[in-house]
Each structure stands twice: as structure tokens, then as C-alpha cells.
């Protein structure tokens, strides 16, 4: 069963800092490319990093040279390194794959960039 479990969201303040987590029960997970997505409030859901199965990244412009998008193939996991958060960055975080993706989503990790 696909299942994507994200976690590591929170409250900070701008500028602060977050590592999200995302463990992905899907199979072939090495070589698949992920997505880090997410969603603000009355928003669409937007792509904010990719990565592929050789470990090739790709970011929205809006977070490039901010967040870091990375892999741990021997763990399923895939993570995302925010740093420089902005308001604007207050969203709900979902991983999926990239070019595969998923129908099932997870539930996301609420993260809210505030003073």
C-alpha cells in the first residue's frame, strides 16, 4: 500500500529554520524521483523541490538557495532543509513522487512562518 508520511513542520519565526521528513512506502523508491509540494490556504498545490533516483535536484524560484531537497534511499526517506523561512513559505508540505505521481497523498506537515 503507497503510504507518504511527512513530519518535522512547526511554528517559526522568519528567518528560522526547519528539516522536514517525508518516509515513502512505495516501491522502487531508490531509483523514483520525489517531489517536495505544498499547499497554502486557498492556494493550489505548488512543486517546491524534485529530486531524482541519482540525486539531481530541482527548486521553485521562490525557495532557490534556501531549501535543500535530499534523499536517504537505505531509509525510504526523503528530506527538505528550509532555511530563511519567509511568511510566505506558511504552507501544508506533501512529498509524492516527481514524474510518478501518486494518487494517494498523505497528510502533510503544517508549517507556519510567523512573529
Known amino acids: 500500500q503507497v503510504q507518504f508520511v511527512e513530519s518535522g513542520g512547526g511554528l517559526v519565526q522568519p528567518g528560522g529554520s526547519l528539516r522536514l521528513s517525508c518516509v515513502a512506502s512505495?516501491?522502487?523508491?531508490?531509483?523514483?524521483?520525489m517531489g517536495w509540494y505544498r499547499q497554502a490556504p486557498g492556494k493550489q498545490r505548488e512543486l517546491v523541490a524534485t529530486?531524482?533516483?541519482?540525486?539531481?535536484?530541482n527548486y521553485a524560484d521562490s525557495v532557490k538557495g534556501r531549501f535543500t531537497i535530499s534523499r536517504d534511499n537505505a531509509k525510504n526517506t526523503v528530506y527538505l532543509q528550509m532555511n530563511s523561512l519567509k511568511p510566505e513559505d506558511t504552507a501544508v508540505y506533501y512529498c509524492?513522487?516527481?514524474?510518478?505521481?501518486?494518487?494517494?497523498w498523505g497528510q502533510g506537515t503544517q508549517v507556519t512562518v510567523s512573529s
Open positions: 509524492n513522487g516527481h514524474i510518478v505521481q501518486f494518487p494517494s
Open positions: 512505495i516501491s522502487a523508491f531508490s531509483i523514483r524521483a
Open positions: 529530486i531524482t533516483g541519482g540525486g539531481s535536484t
